[in-house]
């Protein structure tokens, strides 16, 4: 069956039914216009991780997203709804024993399965374009429940300027599919909805990255009684 055809809400994600699921790292590689291995080397950097961080990365697939932060001395938590995905990364979980750790997640980015403000960073790779708009807000939100206070979340993954740029691009690039790629004229304000600083880093032609900050929260104590001058 080919994935073009179905819709998102029959399709979730389902890299299981993919023919070149085998040669997915290469294919990945192969791509030159996604700046494949340049922008994953970019995203430690980029949220400035810190040896000992506890990081989760949203699809991570075979792992590929996790292996910059286990190298910057991180924990990393991977999630993805692909089981042969992450069969295939339990190799690189095995040369990082004790700092890198899988789990399958049917819908990672909208039900994460972990408690509030427990990660340092929280981190999408090439993955964020199978969701359609309204699910990236929440999907968005939903990161930065995860997320502690001050610390930084990163999405990487090929973005055009609006729908024109978009066109024109599928046009250009015909192993480019037609998905829920971000548009830079309004993936920003997502972010910024849900009281985060986002700043845009591009890599290459089409490939950007967000960097969001959550801010911490302001606590407001009504319970004192109100004290009035005579």
């Known amino acids: 069956m ?4 179905l819709k998102m809400e029959e399709k979730k ?15 990945m590689q192969d791509l030159k216009r996604l700046y494949y291995k340049e922008t994953l080397e970019q995203l430690p950097i980029l949220v400035s991780a810190q040896p000992n961080e506890l990081v989760l990365d949203i699809g991570t697939g075979t792992g590929n997203s996790a292996v910059p932060f286990l190298e910057a001395e991180c924990r990393v938590i991977g999630i993805d709804p692909s089981e042969r995905m992450l069969e295939k990364s339990k190799e690189k979980m095995r040369k990082w024993e004790g700092f890198f750790s899988i789990q399958h997640v049917d819908d990672p980015f909208l039900h994460i ?3 509030d403000g427990i990660f340092d960073i929280v981190i999408s790779a090439y993955a964020i374009h199978h ?5 990236k807000h929440k999907a968005i939100t939903e990161m930065k429940r995860v997320l502690k ?3 930084r979340m990163a999405i990487a993954d090929t973005m ?4 024109t740029h978009k066109s024109s691009a599928l046009s250009e690039y015909h192993d480019l599919e037609d998905e829920y790629q971000p548009l830079l004229s309004t993936f920003p304000m997502m ?7 986002v700043t845009m880093h591009q890599i290459g032609e089409l490939i950007w990255v967000a960097i969001a900050k959550k801010n911490r929260e302001i606590r407001w104590n009504n319970s004192m009684p109100f004290i009035q001058n005579v």
Request: aromatic share 20%; proline share 5%; no cysteine.
């Open 113 to 115: 399965p972990y408690d």
């Open 191 to 197: 972010f910024e909805s849900t009281g985060m600083n």
């Open 160 to 163: 055009f300027n609006d729908e």
């Open 131 to 135: 969701l359609d708009d309204i699910n």
């Open 149 to 151: 206070a001050n610390r």
């Open 13 to 27: 994600w389902n890299f299981d039914e993919y023919d070149w699921l085998e040669k997915y790292d290469q294919r």
């Open 2 to 5: 080919d994935p073009k055809s």
